[in-house]
């Protein structure tokens, strides 16, 4: 991206934006995430296929392609949910065939490199070999002699950063993780699927995982620390795995009566957009339905209407 005849990385914009400065550089870097408030529509893909890389991949495409999102060189992280000890099938982790399609894709953009990661919940050594994501990933890197470009890997306590967020509706400074900081771009992955606390769980409620320190104590202003999450660390692109998707007792599940074959995969530019469209066709639920998705479209984290979507279909 050019502004004023220099190129800008995603990482120079992090360190150097703040404040109202950081709102004004980041309408003239990210215009997809405020788009919106200047009245703008936003893309949500829809798209259906017979696997989850062909999901995946229709739903990019259905937006322009990853070359509208990726540039050549970027560093990019690609956020799924591997939170859980559980197995494809049981539906609480993104689809290893989805990962591994959507990783493809930036690399095919031109990334220089894909960092594939998440804090789990459950122990991670388990989480990331029994979601099947660790060995999809590796052998699509093995496969394609690109193991020093697309790599999986535990987090580490030591690159957890206390980093300030700047005009913060409550979480005025939290441990993020360096990786996604440092990175030219963010590619958000989650699965959807219900959520016992926060109703259900798509794009906005995916970039926990990114957090450090003791999560649980967000809980009583989840809503607003999730919007100021996505202030400090805007995502690039969310596709939304809806495949499989559960139903009922997440974010763990493990009953397979809770899981339903959904069969779509959801994208936007605009992660409030996304999760806006996938809540109402996967949950039947509209925005103020979900106090997390309510609050982003109020504070101006993305569209701030339902009237500034446009649905692709495909």
Known sequence: MTTGGCIYSRRRFLLAAGGAAGALA???????????????????????????????????????????????????????????????????????????????MCLAAGAKAVRVFDRTCNDPRRCYVNSGIKE????????????????I??????????TAIPNALSLKEWDLYRDALEADKIVNVPIAKHHSLAGITLGIKNMMGIMGGNRGQIHARLSECLVDIHRRLPVALTVI???????????S?????????????????????????????IFQRSPGDVPHLAMAMKSGLGVTSLAQIRRVEG
């Open 26 to 104: 980041a309408s003239a870097l990210f215009p997809s995430i405020l788009s919106a408030a200047a009245g703008k529509g936003i893309d949500v893909s829809v798209a259906g296929g017979a696997t989850p890389e062909e999901r995946a991949r229709k739903a990019v495409e259905l937006l322009g392609g990853m070359k509208a999102v990726v540039s050549r060189g970027d560093v990019v992280v690609l956020k799924p949910n591997i939170g859980w000890d559980r197995t494809p099938e049981q539906a609480a982790n993104t689809d290893p065939g989805f990962v591994v399609a959507v990783a493809e």
């Open 136 to 151: 999809a990933v590796e052998r699509f890197a093995r496969k394609n002699f690109v193991e020093d470009a697309v790599r």
């Open 241 to 251: 795995d809806a495949g499989k998707v559960l139903m009922r007792n997440g974010p």
């Open 153 to 162: 890997y535990h987090v580490e306590d030591r690159k957890f950063v206390r």
């Open 253 to 281: 599940g493990g009953n397979l009566a809770d899981v339903k074959s959904f069969g779509k995969a959801f994208a936007s530019r605009d992660v409030v957009a996304a999760d806006v469209v996938a809540a109402e066709r």
